[in-house]
């Protein structure tokens, strides 16, 4: 019924719906022109599975978790740092970045999950002399760190582009861009900049 998109755009964002029912579609213009945010919002009938929503900054959905696996693999192409919205059910075996229960006054849909896409890190990156080889589920990974120390395992987060790992030894915080990783290493309380 377009709640979730009027509710983006009376807090200021632009927003757009896609739906497959066309009777949904207008009756969310309906009620948008009843909100007043009809010049910040627009629906389209479509399916959600041919759409191009590759622009969006947030995606909120409520559909069946069934549908939101079936919508993981474009979700996790979208640019590092956006967030999905989902209502109640969740995405396969992607964990939620944050969960919200609203337990007073509701009797249904009283879950809100969000996922912050993560920048891709599996593979191998070069550190000046050292070697970083990572495997990635999601927003966390693990891999070794090859040095002329030896090896050392390695475990670590992504919130969108942000980094957080460590070699035990070790603490690694920074930002992804691509094929570029860099930031701050802090070993006994010294920072050194680093960049893969």
């Known amino acids: 019924d377009g709640r979730n998109v009027i509710a983006a755009a009376k807090r ?19 009620e948008a022109k009843k909100e007043g945010v009809s010049r910040r919002v627009s629906f389209e009938v479509a399916d959600l599975f041919k759409s191009d929503f590759s622009k969006a900054t947030i995606v909120i959905l409520f ?26 059910f969740t995405i396969g075996d992607w964990s939620a970045d944050e969960t919200s229960i609203v337990a007073d006054s509701c009797e249904h849909w009283c ?24 495997n990635q589920t999601y927003q966390t990974f693990s891999g070794t760190l090859k040095s002329t120390n030896g090896a050392m395992p390695v475990n670590g987060r992504l919130r969108g582009d942000q980094i957080v790992f460590s070699d035990g030894r070790t603490q690694y915080t ?23």
């Open 12 to 30: 200021g964002a632009r927003a757009h719906g896609i739906e497959y029912n066309p009777e949904l579609v207008e009756l969310s213009k309906r």
């Open 63 to 88: 559909l069946l978790p069934e549908m939101n696996v079936k919508l993981r693999p474009r979700l996790l192409d979208l640019k590092p740092g956006t967030r999905i919205v989902a209502n109640t």
């Open 111 to 134: 879950t809100g999950r969000m996922w912050i896409v993560p920048a891709k890190v599996a593979g191998t990156w070069k550190l000046a002399q050292d070697e970083l080889t990572l």
């Open 174 to 196: 920074g930002r992804v861009a691509g094929n570029v990783m860099e930031g701050f290493a802090r070993t006994s309380g010294v920072d050194n900049k680093f960049r893969a």
